[in-house]
C-alpha cells in the first residue's frame, strides 16, 4: 500500500467499531421506521415456537426482535424509556436515534473529532427542545377537538378504540388525568370474546372461590387482608404437647368468633394477598361470602383506593366491631361476570374514581394488538391534557431544523458540526412518512418549508392521500408535545452514547479468574 493510501486505512481502522456500531443501530431502526405515517405497514414477528404477532406499534416490535449488539441494544432503551415516561412515540425515537447516530457518524469520519461532535449535539438537541415548547398549544379542557384528534391520530385512526378512551378520559375527569402517578393506559384489559366496554369500578384478574355459585351483592362492605385467611398457627413442637393442643384448639375457636364477627357486620366480599383455610371457605360459602385469594399487592391497591378499605394483617380480625368497621371498604356492587370469568367492583362516591376499560375481540392476535392501540391513544391523550400538543407528521421539526441551521450558520468552534446533525436528524421523521406514503421526500420536503415560511406557521404538511400542502393543525392532526419532547431528549442521550464508544470490550466471567 502506498503512503498516500495509508491514511484512509488507518482512518477506516480507527472507525471501525463506530461504523460496526452505527450499522447495528442502522439495521434496528430499519425494522420500524416502514411502520411510520399513515400510509406505514405492519411488521410480523416469528417467535421460537412459531407464535405470530403482527403490529406496526414500536414498542412492541423492539420488545420482542431478537437483538444481542451491545449498541443496538442501546438504541432498544429509548423505546423502553418512552414507553415507561409517556407510553407513545416510540417509533419516533428510536427513529430520530438511528439518525442522530447516523448524522453523527458521517461528521467524525469527516475528520470532526467525536468529542465535538457530541457537545455540538448536546446544544443542538437543547436548543431543538426550546424552540419546541415555545410551539405548544395548550389544551383547553376535554372537550378541546385538538384532544380528541390527538387520541385518533396516536390510535391509528381506529374510531372505535378512540371512543373507548375519550369515554374512559370523560369518567377518569381532568383532574385524575393530571395526577402524575395516574395512568388512564394502565385500566386497559384485552380480553378474548368480550365485548368494547367502559365501566366505573374494577375488573379483578382472579376468579372467587365458588365460581358456580350465584354471587352477585349490593352495597357490599368489604374486607382486604394482606394475608391468609386462617386461625394463628404454632410450632409443630407446640402441638405435641397437651397444652399446645388445647392452645391450638382455643385459637380455632377464636378463628371462628372472628368469622361469625364479619358475617355480623355484614361483610360480603374477602380479597386475600394468600390462601384460605378450609374451615373459613366452607364459612364462607354458608354465609354467601366472595372470596377471592391471590390478589397482587398492585390490585390491592387500586381495590383500597377506591373502596375506601384499609389492608390489614390476620391479627386485625381480633378487633372489636367498632374498629373492625373503620377498616372495611365499600362498593355499590359486587359480582362474578361468567361471560368474562372475573370479579366486577362497582366504584363508589367514597374513593377515588377508577375506570376499566374493556378491549375484546374474537382472537388473542386481534385482541391483542386492539389493546396496543387502545393504550397508544389512551397515553397521547393523558399526554396532550398534562403538556399540550404541536403539530405532527414530523411539520414540528422540520421547523426546527431550519431554525436549528440558522443557528448553526454563527456558531463558531467545530460544535458546529454536532448542531448540523441535529438539524439533518430532525427532518428523518417527516421524510420517513412521505417515503411510506410513496412520496419524493426531499421534492415535499421543500414544498412543506416555502408553505410553512410564506404562511407563517409551523403546521403546514403533507397530505399523505392526495400529496397537497394542508394544515395539520386545521386538519386535527397533532401529536403531544410531551412525546416529541421526551423522545427527542432520550434519542440525544443514547446517540451521544454510542458516538463516544471507541472499543467495544467483551467482559469476563464473573468468577472465571483464579483466586
Known sequence: MSQGQQPHGDGDERHSTLINNSNAVRAVTSAVEGTLGPKGLDVMLVGP???????????????????????????????????????????TATVLAGALVQEGVAQIVRGVPASKVVEGMRQGVDM????????????????????????????????????????????????????PSYSLASSIIALEKAENEVFEGILLRQKPLFSREQQEYNDAKVLVLLDSLEPDELDEEVLTTEAGFARYMDLRKVFASDLARLSELSVKLILLEKGIHP????????????????????????????????????????????????????????????????????????????????VGAS????????????????????????????????????????????????????????????????????????????????????????AQISLGTDSMGIDCDTGAVISYEDKGIVDPAPVKLHGLRAAG????AVLRIHHVIKMRETGSSEE
Not at 375506601?308 to 362498593?331: C, F, N, W
Not at 442521550?493 to 451521544?496: H, L, Q, T
Open 49 to 91: 415456537r412459531g407464535e405470530v404477532v403482527i403490529t406496526n406499534d414500536g414498542v412492541t416490535i423492539l420488545d420482542k426482535m431478537d437483538v444481542t449488539h451491545p449498541a443496538a441494544r442501546l438504541l432498544i432503551q429509548v423505546a423502553r424509556a418512552q414507553q415507561e415516561k409517556i407510553g407513545d412515540g416510540t417509533t
Open 128 to 179: 431543538a427542545l426550546r424552540f419546541l415548547s415555545n410551539r405548544v398549544r395548550v389544551i383547553d379542557g376535554l372537550d378541546d377537538p385538538l384532544l380528541e384528534r390527538t387520541a385518533f391520530v396516536a390510535g391509528r385512526e381506529r374510531r372505535d378504540m378512540v371512543d373507548l378512551v375519550m369515554q374512559a378520559a370523560y369518567k377518569a375527569g381532568i383532574d385524575r388525568l393530571r395526577d
Open 279 to 358: 374451615d373459613a371457605e366452607q364459612f364462607c360459602l354458608d354465609h354467601g361470602i366472595m372470596v377471592v385469594p391471590r390478589i397482587s399487592r398492585t390490585d390491592i391497591r387500586r381495590v383500597c383506593d377506591m373502596t375506601g378499605a384499609v389492608p390489614v394483617r390476620r391479627a386485625a380480625l381480633h378487633k372489636d366491631p367498632e374498629q373492625l368497621m373503620s377498616i372495611l371498604g365499600y362498593t355499590p356492587r359486587a359480582a362474578y361476570d361468567e361471560t368474562l370469568e372475573r370479579v366486577r367492583l362497582q366504584g363508589s362516591d367514597a374513593g377515588e374514581r377508577v375506570v376499566t376499560v374493556i
Open 363 to 450: 382472537t388473542s392476535e386481534v385482541v391483542g394488538e386492539a389493546a396496543r392501540i387502545a393504550c397508544d391513544a389512551a397515553s397521547a391523550l393523558q399526554a396532550a391534557v398534562a403538556g399540550g400538543v404541536l403539530p405532527g407528521g414530523g411539520t414540528s421539526e422540520l421547523a426546527v431544523s431550519y431554525e436549528l441551521e440558522r443557528h448553526r450558520e454563527v456558531q463558531k468552534g467545530m460544535e458546529a458540526f454536532g448542531i448540523e446533525a441535529v438539524s439533518t436528524a430532525l427532518r428523518r421523521p417527516m421524510s420517513q412518512i412521505l417515503l411510506n406514503a410513496g412520496y419524493n421526500p426531499l421534492e415535499k420536503m421543500e414544498e412543506v418549508r416555502a
Open 493 to 496: 442521550e443514547v446517540a451521544s
